[in-house]
């Protein structure tokens, strides 16, 4: 019934073993001077966004296993335990999207005012849908009350998981792009 986060992924091409863009500019980067070099702070990580890529099919497929496995089965003791498993996940990828991520983006753009000031726009925006995600899982990780409480579940799983889709295909579409050696 609500395989609309799953849908997502159908059709995106294949991870090939070979060399990415981000690892070919990395090495790239390795071979010139860099102004950034010898300073502190966030460095580039060539594999950082395919490992957020990677984060987000995780959390995909978690999500998918809440409502399947969980909610249509009406199993609330796994659903619970994917919604915790989710939540730490989420938690996780959260850390590293902030901690490298943003973080990197805003060292590299702070010369340019309106690029710093979008790629703060979209980190608060995300702040705000990961509250909202947290919530979410808090608030039905306890199985007892999933049980009780299966209309509003529905509900809020579907907005959730309408907007986790939203936020993915942008950072994969746009937001990640940015993310780049200097």
Same mark, same amino acid.
């Given at each position: 019934?609500?395989?609309? *986060?799953?849908k997502f992924? !159908?059709?995106?091409? /294949?991870?090939?073993?070979?060399?990415?863009k981000?690892?070919?500019q &990395?090495?790239?980067?390795k071979?010139?001077?860099s102004?950034s070099?010898?300073t502190?702070?966030?460095?580039?990580?060539?594999a950082l966004?395919d490992?957020?890529?990677?984060?987000?099919e995780?959390? *995909?497929?978690?999500f998918? !296993?809440?409502?399947? /496995?969980g909610?249509?089965?009406?199993d609330?003791?796994?659903?619970? &335990?994917?919604l915790?498993e989710f939540k730490t996940l989420?938690q996780s990828?959260l850390l590293?999207?902030?901690?490298?991520?943003?973080?990197?983006?805003?060292?590299?753009?702070?010369t340019d005012?309106?690029?710093?000031?979008?790629?703060r726009?979209?980190?608060?925006d995300m702040n705000?849908i990961?509250?909202?995600?947290?919530?979410f899982?808090k608030k039905?990780?306890r199985s007892e009350y999933?049980?009780v409480?299966k209309?509003?579940?529905?509900k809020?799983?579907?907005?959730?998981?309408?907007?986790?889709v939203?936020?993915?295909q942008?950072?994969?579409?746009d937001l990640?792009?940015l993310?780049?050696p200097?």
């Amino acid at each position: 019934m609500f395989d609309f *986060v799953g849908k997502f992924f !159908k059709g995106r091409p /294949e991870k090939k073993a070979t060399t990415t863009k981000a690892q070919a500019q &990395a090495k790239a980067a390795k071979r010139r001077p860099s102004a950034s070099r010898g300073t502190t702070g966030i460095k580039y990580d060539a594999a950082l966004i395919d490992n957020l890529e990677h984060d987000h099919e995780q959390l *995909v497929e978690l999500f998918g !296993k809440v409502w399947k /496995e969980g909610y249509e089965a009406s199993d609330f003791e796994a659903l619970s &335990a994917h919604l915790v498993e989710f939540k730490t996940l989420f938690q996780s990828h959260l850390l590293k999207e902030n901690v490298k991520f943003y973080a990197y983006l805003e060292q590299t753009m702070r010369t340019d005012s309106h690029s710093l000031s979008v790629v703060r726009e979209f980190r608060r925006d995300m702040n705000d849908i990961a509250n909202a995600v947290i919530s979410f899982c808090k608030k039905y990780e306890r199985s007892e009350y999933t049980k009780v409480a299966k209309d509003s579940f529905k509900k809020e799983y579907q907005g959730i998981g309408q907007a986790l889709v939203r936020r993915v295909q942008l950072e994969e579409r746009d937001l990640y792009s940015l993310y780049a050696p200097v």
